[in-house]
């Protein structure tokens, strides 16, 4: 199984990795929406770097422009500052992403903790917000929260990966 999935191709998963960016900026959709947006990590940035992680044919420097974009469209935001926080991000991912396969779960969700933070100071620093006492602990527990959810989303999309290679 780690041997066919360590090999894998981004022509033989394109739609799925469409149609998981397309659930992910639903996902935010709904966060945003719920008003949950400073706890929960840009599940958007997550699939973004799972599959940075896992198909290295590619960079993704322009997926995540493109989402970048989005989110920027999705956030209501200056146009092209998410598509700057994402591609800086990805590029990040690039830089280390074959030590970054070879770690276990455990020791990926850290370090995608560490990306959400980074994630995070550049968010303040472009856009400032205001934060009260109980919105600044919501807004610095998100890389936090990025532990917990990486494992859930790696092994979910590992197995959606691998049984569409394997048929």
């Known amino acids: 199984m780690s041997n066919k999935l360590f090999n894998l191709k981004t022509s033989q998963a394109r739609w799925i990795i469409l149609i998981s960016y397309l659930i992910a900026l639903a996902l935010d959709t709904v966060a945003l929406l719920g008003h949950s947006s400073p706890v929960i990590p840009p599940l958007t940035l997550f699939f973004l770097l799972y599959w940075c992680a896992h198909f290295l044919d590619r960079t993704h420097l322009f997926s995540a422009f493109i989402l970048g974009l989005l989110a920027d469209t999705l956030y209501q935001t200056a146009l092209g500052a998410h598509a700057l926080l994402f591609s800086i991000i990805t590029f990040l991912m690039i830089r280390h ?7 276990p779960v455990w020791q990926q969700a850290f370090f995608i903790s560490l990306y959400m933070m980074i994630y995070q ?15 600044f602990v919501q807004y610095w527990t998100m890389p936090a929260l990025s532990i917990l959810l990486w494992p859930a989303l790696a092994y979910s999309l590992g197995k959606i990966s691998y049984t569409a290679v394997a048929d």
């Open 121 to 135: 100071i550049l968010n303040y620093l472009f856009f400032n917000p205001i934060l009260n006492n109980n919105d």
């Open 97 to 103: 992403r074959l030590r970054f396969k070879t770690y």
